[in-house]
């Protein structure tokens, strides 16, 4: 691991005519990581760069330029000024790098190829590989791009990481995988990868906290994984902090204005943050359902009253308030003087007779009964079936939903009623019941 001077001057890195190769490479990252005001001094030093004459920019400035700009986030950007340089080897590498972020996958190793050939160091070439590979879902070639390592590199943070993340993606053992990211922030406290990888088992294991942590750590690393930015944007949105959420969402949209989850995502908790100004309302609701629960037996009421609320099925304050006066009236002996009495008692409780009168009305979807034999054998199965991502499972959670016939038994309305719930989840869960051949309650 590359030590990192507190005095590294940004400044002169990028615009003087110094070396500007891997090595300083890492002091930049790291020096921008430790220090926000570094980060800036970085953009400012970039602007003032991107803002010379093509006169001024040399190919081998426009690669330094090229990559300062991969680093900050700005990739296309990037891209264009890579194009102008010099081609060699740190161009090609970066290019790599760029493809590998836009999911370009087979120009990404292409580029690799072509990197370590005009002589970048081989064994970061060789690492860069295996991760493509592996994201692109060719595992076998990934494992082979790992076991042609060997020697020192195999002790690296790098190394350490994507023989973890592959040992995962092949469905290996947690506890190995894990082990080998341990080691991996043993050798490099602040790897992003092996912090997202820790951050992820942790989460997995309900221990947001830990991972919350890890994820901080990771995203002060430039540039910063998507996946790091939009997991830890959840945590806050569970922790209710959505300011930070929405930063989060925000750089993976600065980096890509097209990346339609972050854009969802942000959507999302922008309504989440208005959340807060709804809450007496939902405080009263809640006071009102536990209001309308009350047994009509709690209350004072004349004996001719009682009796005739309970020849009516009249249980609770709910079902008294379905009733309007004239269906009371109806029901034999019952007058005016119960008619009053009941009027009286609901008045002093913010309640009025026929004011969930329609409820009565609603003639209840036989959902399950709808169901073909082979739907209805899916609905003892675990929801966990689905693979949905964190932020649904939480939903999951906190309305105790455990099978798929008691996800089925909700609405659309009620799975959004749930905090950070929204029509990004909503989707999901819509579109994997559909795998299944069923739907959510009024769907």
């Not at 060699?88 to 370590?116: C, P, S, W």
């Not at 629960?293 to 009682?306: A, G, K, W």
Request: include cysteine; charged fraction near 30%.
């Amino acid at each position: 691991m590359t030590m990192i001077n507190a005095d590294f001057d940004v400044r002169q890195l990028v615009l003087a005519g110094t070396a500007f190769g891997p090595r300083e490479i890492e002091q930049l990252r790291g020096s921008i990581s430790r220090d926000s005001k570094k980060f800036d001094e970085l953009k400012e030093a970039v602007d003032e760069l991107k803002g010379k004459t093509d006169d001024e920019l040399s190919p081998a400035v426009r690669v330094k330029l090229g990559v300062c700009l991969f680093l900050i986030g700005r990739y296309d950007d990037a891209q264009e000024s890579l194009k102008k340089g010099d081609g060699g080897a740190l161009a090609q590498y970066y290019f790599a790098k760029l493809h590998f972020v836009r999911h370009e996958y087979d120009e990404a190793i292409a580029a690799y190829n072509t990197a370590q050939t005009a002589g970048y160091n081989a064994d970061d070439c060789i690492l860069g590989r295996a991760e493509v590979y592996r994201e692109a879902d060719k595992l076998t070639e990934s494992l082979k791009e790992l076991d042609s390592l060997s020697g020192a590199v195999e002790q690296t943070a790098e190394y350490l990481y994507q023989r973890g993340a592959t040992v995962s993606a092949i469905g290996g053992n947690p506890q190995e995988a894990i082990a080998l990211y341990e080691r991996a922030e043993a050798v490099d406290p602040n790897h992003p990868g092996a912090l997202f990888g820790l951050a992820l088992e942790n989460e997995r294991r309900g221990n947001d906290e830990e991972a919350r942590e890890k994820y901080e750590r990771a995203v002060s690393r430039f540039p910063t994984n998507v996946g790091t930015l939009i997991n830890l944007g959840i945590l806050y949105e569970d922790r209710e902090e959505y300011a930070k959420a929405q930063q989060c969402y925000q750089r993976v949209l600065d980096a890509d204005p097209s990346n339609a989850r972050a854009a969802l995502f942000l959507k999302d908790v922008k309504g989440a943050d208005n959340m807060h100004v709804d809450e007496r309302e939902q405080y009263r609701q809640r006071e009102l359902g536990i209001k309308l629960n009350q047994p009509i037996t709690d209350f004072d009421l004349s004996v001719r009253s009682r009796n005739c609320l309970s020849s009516m099925g009249v249980a609770t304050l709910r079902d008294l308030c379905k009733l309007t006066e004239q269906e009371l009236l109806s029901s034999k002996n019952f007058g005016e003087t119960s008619l009053e009495e009941i009027k009286k008692m609901l008045a002093e409780r913010d309640l009025r007779l026929g004011m969930f009168s329609q409820d009565k009305q609603r003639v209840e979807t036989p959902e399950v009964a709808q169901l073909s034999p082979e739907q209805q054998s899916v609905l003892s199965r675990p929801v966990g079936d689905l693979n949905l991502s964190v932020r649904a499972r939480k939903c999951m959670n906190r309305l105790n939903i455990g099978t798929l016939g008691e996800l089925v038994s909700k609405s659309a309305d009620e799975l959004l009623e749930c905090k950070n719930f929204g029509v990004t989840s909503l989707k999901e869960i819509r579109d994997k019941l559909v795998e299944f051949n069923i739907r959510l309650k009024g769907d």
